[in-house]
């Protein structure tokens, strides 16, 4: 018998989005303990459109933000 063994690795991703909407400050916030994983999760943000900004009082504001991901292989 031959069995399937799925393996996840998480990671998450912290930056920053400036007032502008563009993305700074990308970090590995938890690596999946693969440094190829967390390189390619941080390239994947840096690749993002730029955001809609937050706002605070109606103003633009910076917003920290963190987005888990998940990378599975089976």
Sequence with gaps: LLYKFQVF???KIQFVINEDGSIEQIKV???S???NLDAAAVK???SLPKYKPGKQNGVADRV???IPMGFQRE
């Design 29 to 31: 916030a938890k690596s």
């Design 9 to 11: 690795y998480a990671v």
């Design 64 to 66: 920290l933000c963190m």
């Design 44 to 46: 994947l943000v840096r």
């Design 33 to 35: 303990g693969n440094p």
